[in-house]
């Protein structure tokens, strides 16, 4: 079963996944919607944390450190930021951190990460529209020999991509989507795309802050 839900506040993303949880729903990925098994029902902790790495050995020395304390780890991808723990092991600590300050540490890492984005769009949107990158997509369409799927796929500009397999797919899938979005959307929809990412930094900003002041 997939469904469709946007959370900024990772405690109550926790409470819900922990209710399907309990429903004898669980929780296998996350990639744009939530995917989830059907299982006997559990009353389990789901924990949530932000990470992004760059090596691979860091990505899954992160993972074995939350295995040997007594968390699964069930959903997330090294260069995608959220990741998803599940306690499967009765005498594991009730919360994967170990006090407020570095349990708000994720938000302010969510909220760096958006506005990084931001950043590194703004210029591509600007020079891609100066240019007049955007007749790219007229000129793939206008051979009658090309299929839709194949002028889809002709957007894409990493070598191989299509052959690749699995997260190193996704990986490069996701990077460059945003750019063949900068290619075929509207103007006024890649502002709307382009200030999302202030949106969201500035309401992880928020929670931020708001967990800080509980100290």
């Given at each position: 079963m997939k469904k469709l839900r946007l959370f900024f506040d990772y405690d109550k993303e926790e409470k819900w996944l922990h209710s399907m949880a309990q429903k004898g729903w669980a929780l296998k990925n996350v990639l744009f919607t939530y995917t989830f098994q059907k299982t006997p029902p559990e009353d389990t902790a789901i924990r949530i944390d932000f990470r992004l790495f760059k090596r691979k050995k860091d990505y899954l020395d992160y993972i074995a450190l939350f295995e040997d304390s007594g968390w699964q780890h069930v959903a997330g991808y090294k260069s995608l930021g959220a990741h998803y723990f599940k306690k499967n092991r009765e005498q594991?600590?009730?919360?994967?951190?170990?006090?407020?300050?570095?349990?708000?540490?994720?938000?302010?890492?969510?909220?760096?990460?958006?506005?990084?984005?931001?950043?590194?769009?703004?210029?591509?949107?600007l020079s891609l529209y100066i240019s007049k990158i955007t007749g790219f997509v007229s000129s793939q369409h206008s051979s009658p020999h090309h299929s839709l799927l194949s002028d889809l796929k002709s957007l894409y500009f990493t070598p191989d991509l299509w052959q690749m397999h699995r997260s190193r797919f996704w990986q490069h899938f996701l990077f460059e989507t945003p750019f063949v979005l900068l290619r075929t959307i509207p103007v006024f929809l890649l502002i709307i795309f382009l200030f999302s990412f202030v949106f969201y930094a500035f309401r992880c900003r928020s929670l931020y802050k708001k967990q800080m002041a509980s100290l």
């Open positions: 594991a600590n009730e919360d994967i951190f170990s006090d407020v300050a570095s349990k708000a540490g994720r938000y302010k890492r969510a909220s760096d990460m958006w506005l990084m984005m931001f950043v590194c769009y703004l210029p591509i949107i």
